[in-house]
DNA sequence: ATAAATAAGTGTATTAATTACATTTATAAA
DNA sequence: TTTATAAATGTAATTAATACACTTATTTAT
């Protein structure tokens, strides 16, 4: 078969990850300070080149391990960004994807032996290129997302109190919530399970911590519910 | 300065456009009967390669004003498809954009000249590659949209009856709609104008035409109005 | 002139979901 | 024993969503 693709122009494929985090007080990104030129010493998000051999979502995957040292995280393909200089070096076509990751899990050392920072997303300096295009959308996007889905829960650690996750949701459509009616609605969707434990840390009295029942939701979805928070 | 990115792979970028139009009664997609290999002869979505000099955005509506002659339509970028044989020719990534059209509006000697039909989502034959699951895709973003932004407006005329709009939102979500409570609801947002003209082509009586009214909208979302249905 | 047929247009009552709001409880430290 | 602190919990009011059926305007047929 002769390739009757061959007059058509190519382009380089970037990946860039929105890496979120969440510290019980506010979300927070990792960004990197470029040791590279160009926009060399400028804080940007991480990103790679899209190889021959692998699919968007698994560049997508490398870099963030990269940079985290972490695997089997959730993330998700978010926008491409196309603008025709967007990196001044060449063409290049980004494909912004985001990640959720439970802060106390990453490889620090790592991270920060590529200049990597935690920013709470009120105090993030300018990013290079159209990276701060890429991170509004993501929050569009993450806001709508775990409105529907449940996938809060990524940010946490396993085991969390009701305050932590409340704290996480007021985080991430940023405004307060009052504390009944949150326990309330969450508990109405019966996802969670309380363990017979106590974080002690955060008062005299302790407070229960919960876990998400994965298998308890799929159940609940394949019978027609629909998460909502 | 050198360019560092000189060693990295290089991609085909295609994009591929999903039509939806509405006949009154049902979603349509239109798509394109393939006349050149591969696939020759099976039923595909309309695309076409990004060229170095254009974006995204322009490569779509490049290629959906090719297959129906009309420009400013409402498009929006979908999701980027990467599956390594996805194309049996060469390595492509392919950028999928739905478009919403009136299908009045479009010139169909010049889709017909691309051997190209409309197809209820029900009877919709098998598409080539992984265009199915671009479809399935676009109909999910298609409804999310749809609920909370007025763009369901794109797909009729600019004056319609209320029975249209209310077919319209039934197609889209694929349930019946109570026609008080819907009417209700859309009197409530205070977003359409009545005309003092009828559509006499369904009934005896006539029944009134509508517009929506955008400016009014733009106001209304700045003072904190969000659009759901 | 009248009756029949047809889709357009409209309102109310019920139920469900969301919001607002304050006190008691368990525990450690003083 | 008191004090301080965050955890845990329930009810009433409001708002939004749903269920449901008759009247109106008009044309066509008798």
């Known amino acids: 078969m002769i390739n009757q693709y061959k007059d058509e122009d190519k382009v380089l494929l970037a990946v860039d990850c929105i890496i ?4 019980n007080e506010e979300l927070k990104l990792l960004l990197i300070k470029r040791d590279f030129e160009p926009e060399k010493g400028k804080w940007s998000l991480m990103g790679g080149f899209l190889k021959k051999s692998e699919v968007l979502d698994e560049a997508a995957s490398r870099v963030l391990q990269h940079l985290t040292g972490l695997n089997d995280v959730y993330m998700e393909q978010l926008y491409s960004f196309s603008k025709i200089d967007r990196d001044p070096v060449e063409r290049t076509i980004s494909v912004a994807y985001f990640a959720l990751i439970n802060i106390a899990d990453h490889n620090s050392e790592l991270s920060e032996s590529h200049s990597a920072q935690w920013f709470g997303l009120e105090d993030m300096p300018e990013l ?3 990276h701060n295009a890429m991170v509004k959308h993501a929050i569009r996007r993450l806001r709508y997302r775990t409105a529907t889905q449940p996938i809060g829960f990524e940010l946490l650690p396993e085991k969390f109190t009701m305050r932590q996750l409340q704290k996480l949701y007021e985080a991430i ?6 504390k009944r009616n949150f326990t309330k ?3 109405a969707m019966d996802l969670l399970v309380r363990l017979d434990e106590k974080d002690m840390t955060s008062s ?3 407070s229960f911590l919960f876990k998400f029942d994965e298998q308890k939701y799929k159940k ?3 019978d027609g519910f629909s998460f909502k928070v």
């Open 20 to 23: 979120f985090g969440f510290d």
């Open 220 to 222: 609940k979805v394949m």
């Open 185 to 187: 609605k969450i508990n």
């Open 173 to 178: 459509f940023d405004h307060e919530l009052d």
């Open 204 to 206: 005299k009295k302790g």
């Open 128 to 130: 290079i290129f159209d």
